[in-house]
């Protein structure tokens, strides 16, 4: 089955990005012609002020990829942005894309949505008001779906029950002035999946490897894929949703792993960097002492070892927790090792490429090659199925 997979180069890889992508891939490449492609495009929807990181950030995530197994004899790795043909066929499926399926893009929402709660949540821990981020999450959620727009009035009520009056008017206050989520008013983000589209259908994928919340950019490439056929000629095939389920791991302080809480394990840590991560996760909030007995499921160390511990001394430390023989550091001493464990031919892989950059990039260009061909002959398709100029 052809397949197509990209991922947006926003830094090193950690825990999450390699159980929720990566290790998927991973399967896919062994029997199905996989076609693996850095969006570096799609990193400037959100984020094009300033690009001084990205090219490092792209050179890690290609380090990041073959360190973990992806395989350049398997699967075709690429740079999105190598290959032009892309952003021709962007622009192509855009002159057919009714605007209308964009503006229920569910993402634009969404995005702004997670930017107004943690402009909130940031102001409130600014003033030492301490929330429960689940109770916030809640009342930006009513403010923000209750109707079309977002609904200051009521996030203003909601918001002096959790810090006081003045606080509460000032946010929305500055959350009125439209400031926050400005930066992704742009005709590049509005228009991404049409972006995603092309990536997607230029390579006449049959399949593409999603997570739940990102069905709707399936179907919308699916719908441009059906109108393309029908207007023109039957070019593409309309691609369909691997399923891929969500990495439930989360960061050490118990919030979504990501690197803008700063609370990621990532692939490329050394051991000793690991070893204090681990140290500082938070565990079951209600054991205090070694002496008191402590709860496994709520406990985020736990599910760590559900995942990177073998299952008897899984169920050892189960046992050993609930009747309060083990204590956390000695607890979270076994994680680390078998973290350690699990990365340490990671770390040599990346160390290997890290010093042999051009071997790398031979690699990459060699994907690009391979991609260019691909893209270029189904874009004479394409440009023929709509009678354009073909030198
Ligand atoms: S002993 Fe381990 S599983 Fe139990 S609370 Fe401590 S860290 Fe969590």
Redesign the pocket.
């Given at each position: 089955m052809k397949i197509v997979s990209g991922m947006r180069p926003t830094g090193k890889l950690h825990l999450g990005h390699y159980l929720g992508v990566i290790k998927n891939w991973l399967i896919l490449q062994e029997n199905n012609e996989c076609m693996f492609f850095i969006a570096d495009w799609h990193a400037l929807t959100n984020k094009y002020k300033d690009t001084s990181d990205l090219k490092e950030n792209i050179f890690q995530m290609m380090i990041d990829w073959l360190s973990c197994g992806i395989d350049p004899q398997k699967a075709t790795v690429f740079i999105q942005s190598a290959i032009k043909e892309h952003s021709e066929l962007a622009l192509l499926l855009g002159m057919i894309t009714p605007k209308s399926w964009l503006e229920l893009n569910p993402s634009y929402k969404d995005l702004k949505f997670n930017l107004f709660f943690q402009y909130i949540r940031d102001f409130l821990y600014g003033k030492n008001i301490k929330i429960q981020e689940e109770q916030l999450r809640e009342i930006v959620y009513k403010a923000f779906y209750h109707k079309k727009d977002v609904d200051f009035g009521l996030m203003e009520e909601e918001l002096k029950k959790i810090s006081n009056e003045k606080v509460a008017k000032e946010i929305v206050n500055n959350l009125a002035e439209g400031e926050i989520g400005k930066e992704i008013d742009t005709f590049g983000f509005f228009g991404y999946p049409v972006l995603m589209a092309a990536d997607i259908l230029i390579y006449k994928a049959e399949a593409v490897p999603v997570g739940e919340d990102q069905l709707p950019h399936i179907e919308i490439t699916r719908e441009i894929a059906r109108r393309f056929n029908r207007f023109y000629k039957e070019v593409f095939p309309e691609p369909k949703a691997l399923l891929t389920p969500q990495s439930k791991l989360l960061g050490i302080d118990g919030r979504k792993m990501s690197k803008s809480y700063n609370n990621a394990i990532y692939l490329a840590d050394t051991e000793e960097e690991l070893n204090k991560k681990v140290l500082s996760?938070k565990?079951?909030p209600s054991?205090i002492r070694k002496t008191d007995k402590?709860?496994?499921d709520i406990?985020?160390?736990?599910s760590y070892?559900k995942l990177f511990t073998d299952e008897d001394i899984v169920k050892e430390?189960?046992t050993?927790?609930r009747n309060a023989q083990?204590?956390?550091i000695?607890?979270?001493k076994i994680l680390a090792k078998n973290l350690n464990k699990f990365l340490e031919p990671i770390r040599e892989k990346r160390a290997f490429y890290e010093k042999n950059k051009e071997d790398l990039i031979d690699i990459f260009k060699e994907g690009n090659n391979k991609a260019k061909k691909e893209a270029s002959e189904n874009m004479h398709q394409i440009r023929n199925a709509m009678n354009l100029w073909i030198d």
């Open positions: 996760m565990t079951d054991r402590g709860n496994p406990c985020n160390v736990f070892h430390i189960d050993s927790c083990i204590g956390c000695d607890c979270k």
